[in-house]
């Protein structure tokens, strides 16, 4: 068997109002559209991901809570509704996936290998949460590559939060380790919103564009800021920064994803490419990829 790879990672951030503008029959809610720039820059995402015919997909998602450990899908098959509990207006969609169920059973034997806490999920009836969801749609809405989802420890709310993002940093490496053994070309997805300073009220009509700008001047400074050392290939100073940005932007990178993923790639010193940005109820949104069979 040929040694597994990552062919790329991407930062795929999870709003559900981008299911709910694209009206896709597995969401209950209708719309009249709304964050276009975010959905078209999925859409060269996809493309990519076309391009690249992964054998699978890992997504990390901070709303797979898992307090105790790092868990791993573990059925083959799973299948229901998974709403977004703050917008179940939004987001009633009906998932049906496959897992990669022994890539997940490697990724969790080399994290506790690396002294993590892992845990294969093994419920049937599981509710796949909703940023597993929207991340996985936006990227492949035809639902026909298998997945290994990880869950959120959110090791670095509750530790201090360099020792968090250390051991995002160590699920990372056992997870590339785990993909080398597999065989598999595998593609990463970070489901992490940038700067999380949101709006607490809803428009009337949530898809209403004329009130969607970011929330927060500062926070959108700071995305623009870490976005621009990402397109230029400057890792290491933006995991330099990376605890002011989350401190001062309030960003869901704290969940670890963004961490996970670079660490599994190996810190790339190369220019990501931003197919887009946009605000969600005013946090800030980037769809990059690094595309590693570029530089292989
Ligand atoms: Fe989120």
């Known amino acids: 068997m040929a040694t597994g790879k990552i062919l790329a990672g ?6 559900p109002h981008l299911v709910y503008g694209e009206n896709p029959p597995q969401n209950e809610p209708r719309s009249r ?33 898992t307090q105790v450990g790092h868990h791993f899908l573990g059925v083959p098959h799973l299948s229901g509704k998974s709403v977004d509990p703050i917008f179940p207006n939004l987001f009633r969609y009906n998932f049906d996936l496959t897992v990669d169920v022994e890539l997940a059973e ?10 993590l ?3 294969m999920m093994r419920n049937p009836k599981f509710r796949v949460d909703y940023g597993t969801i929207t991340t996985l749609h936006m990227i492949r809405p035809q639902w026909d590559i298998p997945v290994v989802g990880l869950s959120a420890n959110n090791s670095p709310y509750y530790l201090n939060m360099e020792d968090g993002l250390g051991e995002m940093a160590t699920l990372g490496a056992a997870t590339r380790r785990a993909i080398e053994r597999s065989g598999r070309r595998a593609v990463l997805l970070a489901s992490n919103t940038l700067c999380h ?6 428009p009337a009509i ?12 500062d926070g959108y400074l700071w995305d623009m800021r870490i976005i621009e050392l990402l397109r230029q290939g400057r890792t290491r100073e933006v995991f330099e920064l990376l605890p002011d940005f989350i401190r001062e932007a309030f960003a869901e990178v704290k969940s670890g994803a963004f961490t996970w993923m670079f660490s599994a790639m190996g810190y790339p010193e190369m220019p990501g490419e931003l197919h887009g940005y946009g605000t969600v ?16």
Request: aromatic share 10%.
């Open 33 to 65: 559209g709304g964050w276009e720039p975010l959905r078209w820059a999925y859409e060269r995402a996809r493309q990519s991901i076309e391009r690249l015919k992964p054998d699978v997909l890992l997504v990390h998602s901070p709303h797979w809570v």
């Open 106 to 115: 490697a990724c969790c034997e080399e994290a506790r290998a690396a002294g």
């Open 206 to 217: 949530p898809e209403d564009m004329s009130r969607e700008h970011p929330q927060s001047y």
């Open 117 to 119: 806490v892992g845990k």
């Open 197 to 202: 300073w949101h709006f607490h009220e809803e």
């Open 10 to 15: 991407f930062l795929a951030p999870h709003p």
């Open 281 to 296: 109820i005013g946090t800030g949104n980037a769809v990059m990829e690094w595309d590693l069979t570029r530089v292989a």
